[in-house]
């Protein structure tokens, strides 16, 4: 009897695990569609269009302060053999560049949107995270089973990750850094 209720909540468990993983990244579709003017629609896909230039895939990105562009960017992974050249990560540094890291981390995030021509991906999503861009539009959505294999590569990621030796040296390092706060495990945004 009592391992019948555990197989039972095992499977439930299981189960709602398994709604979530899949769903999760499927949120945006309860919420209302989003809209940008014109000039940053033609913006977005003239930079999605220059990356066609060096047969990277086609994405473009913008970023916008109180709905004016302050960084657009597009991929350039082939062009600068450069993995992190994603639109999305380019038009954050693109912005960066324009105004200066120090003025970029005190504009208000309720005014700040990231918008891309194709979903962010997880690299595009740490960095999003990152700097605090807390609205994110797109124009087409990656599918389901594209975040389902993400999920399983995450969770991977998840098992096989150890700890070395070495904390103190880290905090070491930190600790020499000139805008260190004194904080243990502070990060530098």
Known sequence: ?????????????????????????????????????????????????????????????????SNSIIGSGYNTVRRDTNISGHAEINAINDAVKKIGLEKFKTLDRNKLILVSTFEPCEMCKGTILHYDIRKVYFMKDKSPMHWNKKQLKFLRYEWYKRKIRGEQKQDSLFQLHPEYPGRKYEYFL
């Open 1 to 65: 009897m009592k391992s019948n209720l555990l197989k039972k909540l095992l499977f439930i468990f299981l189960l709602t695990f398994f709604i979530v993983v899949i769903f999760q990244t499927r949120i945006f579709q309860l919420k209302p569609k989003a809209t940008i003017t014109d000039i940053q629609d033609k913006k977005i896909i003239e930079m999605a269009s220059k990356a066609l230039e060096s047969k990277d895939v086609p994405v473009g990105a913008i970023l916008l302060y």
